[in-house]
């Protein structure tokens, strides 16, 4: 079993900047790629960023390109993500997820075991 934690999250203007982080515990070991999604109402829950514990390879939505950053802490066992020039359309719930089997796949919800209980940012015009 693996514990996340998400905290950060918060209310900031447009062009302002939050950092979000992802505590792990429990069975971290087994943690192979941590990933940030986000769930908007009335919406489906989509991938933000990803990154591999192993090699710390990182990916992102082409939509956070260039204004999210995830980055990993080993010895604390965290991830964050820092999220900079953010949007009124950035605003959602944010989710940590962890994938313990090491697939290819990153940027699918299913391909995810465990995930953490979410924290809102709210973007305001």
């Known amino acids: 079993q693996v514990q996340l934690i998400e905290s950060g999250g918060g209310l900031v203007q447009a062009g302002g900047s939050l950092r979000l982080s992802c505590a792990a515990s429990?069975?971290?070991?087994?943690?192979?790629?941590t990933g940030w999604f986000r769930q908007a109402p009335g919406k489906e829950r989509e991938f933000v960023a990803a990154?591999?514990?192993?090699?710390?390879?990182?990916y992102y939505a082409d939509s956070v390109k260039g204004r999210f950053t995830i980055s990993r802490d080993n010895a604390k066992n965290t991830v964050y993500l820092q999220m900079n020039s953010l949007k009124p359309e950035d605003m959602a719930v944010y989710y940590c997820?962890?994938?313990?089997?090491?697939?290819?796949?990153?940027?699918?919800?299913?391909?995810?075991?465990?995930w953490g209980q979410g924290t809102q940012v709210t973007v305001s015009s």
């Open positions: 429990g069975r971290t070991f087994s943690m192979r790629t």
């Open positions: 990154i591999r514990w192993s090699i710390g390879t990182t």
């Open positions: 997820a962890a994938d313990t089997v090491g697939r290819a796949v990153y940027w699918v919800v299913q391909d995810y075991d465990y």
